[in-house]
Structure formats: structure tokens, C-alpha cells
């Protein structure tokens, strides 16, 4: 089976733009989740879909959003742009295994904003 | 909320020698818990995982414990080699939930 896979992998956009991110999850895995990766604050939880719902957000602003598809592919969109949100974004698709889920993530986009 | 704990790094070990990278967990409920790697410009790699107290996860050398009285969740290799440098992050999910709480993650060097 393919990995999950997320496009673009490098990204630079400067402060103001608006940015949209894709994640491809395993097939078959109906949830999908994104998180952002940076030095200082670590690995946080921005949102997750499943079956085009989002069932949970993390504490992010409103300028990120997402939706999921019918075919279980993201997106998270990032409006008006700020420094501050230069990170690595990481997409994990997951189904459930036993008692407990995995997740699986993809190699990220590096978002570099200037 | 939930949070997830782990040793401060970097740590450099020589190769062959025991690891162990300690993570403690606050979390309500019966969470599951994981063991997370990566390595230099790659996404995270589940290593191992435990759902329930006492169960013990194990991949390619690496073990960890569920231990519900202590709320840990310990890493360890009983020989380490160049190949395992890599961040290593511990995690928890609730039950029933897909949100991965994930600890501030431990810097793993092995020199030769």
C-alpha cells in the first residue's frame, strides 16, 4: 500500500498570503489528521476529519481551517499568513486497530513563510 | 488536559550501549500509548504502541511498559546502534479519540 503523502513538500509564502495544503491518506483510512511541527512548541494538534466531518480541533486560530473529501483526501487552508506559522505540517490518516489507533503520518510540508 | 513528559535531550550514547528515554503521562481515562520516531527530514514512524496497563510494545529492539500506577511509559534498547539516531517522541491518545498529545520529543545521537 502507498503511503500517505502530502503535496507540496516545500513551500515559501510571505506574510498576508493565504496557503492550502494536500494530504493523500492509506487507502482504505478514513481519518485524517494535521498538526504542526515547530521548534519551540513541538508537535501540536491542529484538527482531524473523518468522513468529511471534523470531529476534533486543536487550539489554532480560525485563519486554519481544512475539509476532507469524499475520497478521504485534506486539505487545511492557511489565511493571512504570519511569521509565525513557518513549520513543518504533518498529515496522519489512521484507521482503527485493536483497542487503540494508529496513526500514520506523511513526510510533511515545510512551510517557510517570509 | 492531557500531557505527555519526556527526558530532556540530546542524549549521545556509544553504540552498543542500554538505552532509555523516560516519559510519564496526564491523561483521564485508559489512554493509549506510543512511541514515535523520526529520523532527519522525515515525517514521524509509529515504533511501538500499548492500549492497556501492563501491555508491553516492542519493534526492531525497542521496548516500553505500560505501567498505569506510575503513568509511564519507558523506552528502552538494550543496544544501541548509529542507525537508531533519530528524535523519539512518546504520545497518548484517549480513548476513543484520534487527537495524539505528543511529548516534546527526545534527540537520540549514537556515535560509533
Known amino acids: 500500500k502507498a503511503g500517505v503523502t502530502q503535496t507540496p513538500r516545500y513551500l515559501i509564502k510571505t506574510r498576508g498570503q493565504q496557503v492550502t495544503l494536500s494530504c493523500s491518506p492509506i487507502?482504505?483510512?478514513?481519518?485524517v489528521s494535521w498538526y504542526q511541527q515547530t521548534p519551540g512548541q513541538g508537535l501540536q494538534f491542529l484538527f482531524e476529519?473523518?468522513?468529511?466531518?471534523?470531529?476534533n480541533k486543536g487550539n489554532f486560530p480560525g485563519r486554519f481551517s481544512g475539509r476532507q473529501f469524499s475520497n478521504s483526501r485534506s486539505e487545511m487552508n492557511v489565511s493571512t499568513l504570519e511569521l509565525g506559522d513557518s513549520a513543518l505540517y504533518l498529515c496522519?490518516?489512521?484507521?482503527?486497530?485493536?483497542?487503540?489507533?494508529?496513526?500514520?503520518f506523511g513526510p510533511g510540508t515545510r512551510l517557510t513563510v517570509t | 488536559g492531557d500531557s505527555v513528559t519526556q527526558m530532556e535531550g540530546p542524549v549521545t550514547l556509544s553504540e552498543e550501549a542500554f538505552l532509555t528515554i523516560n516519559c510519564t503521562y496526564t491523561?483521564?481515562?485508559?489512554?493509549?500509548l506510543f512511541w514515535y520516531v523520526q529520523y532527519p527530514g522525515e515525517g514521524l514512524q509509529l515504533l511501538l504502541k500499548?492500549?492497556?496497563?501492563?501491555d508491553k510494545g516492542s519493534n526492531k529492539g525497542f521496548e516500553a511498559t505500560y505501567r498505569k500506577e506510575t503513568t509511564s511509559f519507558h523506552l528502552e534498547k538494550g543496544s544501541v546502534q548509529v542507525s537508531d539516531s533519530a528524535v523519539y517522541f512518546c504520545?497518548?491518545?484517549?480513548?476513543?479519540?484520534?487527537?495524539?498529545?505528543f511529548g516534546t520529543g527526545t534527540k537520540l545521537q549514537v556515535i560509533p
Open positions: 476529519y473523518f468522513s468529511e466531518t471534523q470531529r
Open positions: 496522519a490518516s489512521s484507521f482503527r486497530q485493536g483497542e487503540g489507533y494508529e496513526q500514520y
Open positions: 487507502s482504505g483510512h478514513r481519518s
Open positions: 504520545a497518548l491518545t484517549p480513548g476513543g479519540y484520534q487527537k495524539v498529545t
Open positions: 500499548a492500549t492497556k496497563a501492563d
Open positions: 491523561a483521564t481515562g485508559y489512554p493509549s
